[in-house]
């Protein structure tokens, strides 16, 4: 049996390459541990997130940045007003009587505070009080919160300090009053806002205040500033200060002194005015009571505000002066003129009586002032009419302002002769049915003192802006109201007064000439729209031969004794004796002229 042999296997030919295809790799095929993949994805992954990245960066850097920057510097920023220093006001020889001193307020930013109660106990423990009382205003989300007010710069500096976050400070000033109550009804005080609450202190805050500045600043998040970060801001503008004609010393013996007789006559109130009757110038105006303006909620409302120039009263027989002037001034008499003076006078309207019962009396003009007769006053009132001595009596400044522009003041009032009535004549002929206040009394024998020229009062004697440089005020160019030789008539007169022979012996003073005059009117109580009570009065000058100082003294309301002689004399005595020394006048060199009393 034959075995037969396989056929032999041919080889295909090479296969030729096609040029027209590319030469490529195998396919790679994943092999287990091989990580190039996954990191490949990694790769990309970031290379996004580094895109989102860098996109968010130039978003904020380089479109919202300047937005976002000032956004911030918005949330650090802080503007504080810087106060103006308040002017001072001065006494006539420069002697402060307020003046502002600096200060701090305490400040919480309730969103900075992290512990609120130990800021709270830190507080308490530099500035005083009870931790419990500062800790509601800790909390919170309010950024700016008084704490205190008024701290001193030491006291806010020890608590600095103790670097509580959320706790700051801002810069203010305190107002003092040095002299304390002395000229305090004049001076007035100012409110806790900074602006004035009576007085001058009210009355002339637009050149007292100055112009607050501002302080722009950034701070830190325990609410200090920056110091790196450049503040900006305005400079404020002082206030302009006052000097007024006040003299302390002289403003300081007249408050005691008309204090002490307030208190010793038991009267609601007191006042004395003291000036100068060539200028006008007021260099006391006292009057009790009266009240500390460094702590002015603990006053009264009525003790705040100066009686001498808002409260008005019936002036009584100073009044007769306003007569006596008119008559001799129309010539209807002379100081030697003889009147028969009868027990009562009787009139249609009524009979009129002296203060005193008398009998008939035989009294000159000058008697019949020096007596201080009412009757007398009428029957030389009757020789010029009404109408005449309404005209003179507007001309002495009576239902007029002062001139002083006082917060408060009130002009008192004489009614015109078409609303007189059947009594009118006759009473405000001898100083009742007529108002006025205590200046304005003062002002109508200043006139007499200065010639018959009526100076108008000031309280300011000048400025000084805040380039330190002083303006005096204005003077009064002064109004005639009566002739030279009326005044100096009226004035020789007004000396009897104070002889032995007149109502006021115990204002005389040693070495000096002195005239005067007394007061005691009915007074309006306003509880009943009727009399009840009196107003005493004494109203003199001195050296009579060469007025320099008017000191007026009211008492209203005394209830032990009522005389205008007894109660007002000493005080004007005292005030007057102190005055004449202080401003070194020297004694009278000329005796008392003699005119008749009687005849």
């Known amino acids: 049996m034959s075995t037969l042999a396989p056929p032999p296997r041919r080889t295909p030919p090479p296969r030729r390459p096609d040029p027209r295809r590319a030469a490529r790799p195998a396919p790679r095929r994943f092999v287990p541990g091989d990580h190039s993949r996954r990191t490949r994805a990694w790769q990309i992954g970031l290379l996004m997130v580094l895109t989102v990245v860098a996109g968010r960066v130039i978003d904020l850097q380089a479109i919202q940045g300047p937005t976002l920057a000032a956004a911030a510097a918005q949330d650090r920023q802080r503007t504080v007003e810087l106060p103006a220093t308040r002017g001072d006001i001065t006494d006539v020889n420069g002697v402060p009587l307020a003046t502002t001193v600096a200060s701090r307020n305490v400040v919480v930013d309730q969103t900075r505070v992290t512990d609120a109660t130990l800021a709270a106990q830190e507080v308490a423990d530099v500035l005083g009080g009870d931790p419990a009382a500062y800790l509601p205003r800790m909390s919170g989300e309010r950024k700016f919160v008084y704490l205190s007010k008024n701290v001193s710069p ?9 670097r509580v976050s959320g706790i700051f400070s801002e810069a203010t000033t305190t107002r003092v009053y040095p002299a304390a109550e002395v000229a305090a009804n004049v001076v007035g005080h100012v409110r806790a806002d900074g602006t004035g609450g009576s007085g001058l202190e009210y009355g002339l805050n637009a050149e007292l205040a100055g112009t607050p500045g501002t302080q722009v600043f950034e701070s830190s998040a325990k609410g200090t500033e920056i110091p790196t970060v450049a503040a900006s801001g305005t400079d404020p503008v002082a206030g302009t200060a006052v000097r007024l004609t006040i003299d302390r010393d002289l403003q300081w013996v007249a408050q005691d002194a008309i204090a002490a007789k307030t208190k010793e006559a038991r009267a609601d109130s007191g006042t004395v005015v003291v000036m100068d009757p060539r200028t006008g110038h007021i260099l006391a105006l006292a009057t009790v009571p009266t009240f500390d303006p460094n702590r002015p909620a603990e006053a009264a409302a009525a003790n705040i505000s100066n009686r001498a120039l808002s409260d008005v009263f019936e002036p009584g027989s100073t009044s007769k002066v306003m007569t006596m002037a008119a008559v001799i001034e129309e010539g209807a008499a002379g100081p030697r003129t003889k009147l028969v003076i009868p027990p009562q006078l009787k009139r249609p309207e009524k009979t009129w009586n002296d203060h005193s019962p008398h009998g008939t009396l035989k009294l000159t003009l000058n008697g019949v002032l020096a007596k201080s007769s009412n009757i007398g006053t009428i029957l030389a009132a009757e020789r010029i009419g009404g109408d005449k001595l309404y005209s003179y009596l507007k001309k002495f400044g009576v239902g007029e302002p002062t001139g002083l522009r006082f917060p408060g003041e009130s002009s008192g009032y004489v009614p015109p002769t078409s609303k007189w009535s059947a009594t009118s004549f ?29 100076m108008t009062p000031t309280l300011v004697a000048g400025y000084t802006g805040p380039d330190g440089v002083y303006e005096p005020a204005a003077e009064s160019s002064g109004t005639r109201v009566v002739s030279e030789k009326t005044a100096d008539t009226v004035l020789s007169m007004l000396e009897s007064v104070v002889s032995d022979e007149g109502t006021a012996p115990g204002a005389a003073i040693p070495g000096y000439r002195v005239a005067g005059k007394t007061g005691t009117a009915n007074r309006i109580d306003d509880s009943c729209g009727c009399y009840r009570g009196y107003t005493a009065s004494f109203i003199g000058m001195a050296p009579a031969d060469d007025p320099r100082l008017v000191v007026a003294v009211f008492l209203q309301n005394p209830r032990n004794g009522h005389y205008g002689g007894l109660l007002g004399g000493p005080v004007f005595k005292k005030v007057t004796t102190y005055g004449l020394e202080h401003l070194r006048i020297p004694p009278s060199g000329t005796p008392r002229p003699k005119l008749a009393v009687e005849w």
């Open 426 to 454: 006759g009473t405000i002929a001898f100083g009742q049915g007529l108002s006025l206040n205590a200046v304005q009394a003062a002002s109508v024998f200043a006139t007499i003192a200065n010639g018959g020229v009526r």
């Open 154 to 162: 030491e006291v806010w500096a020890r608590l600095a300090d103790r």
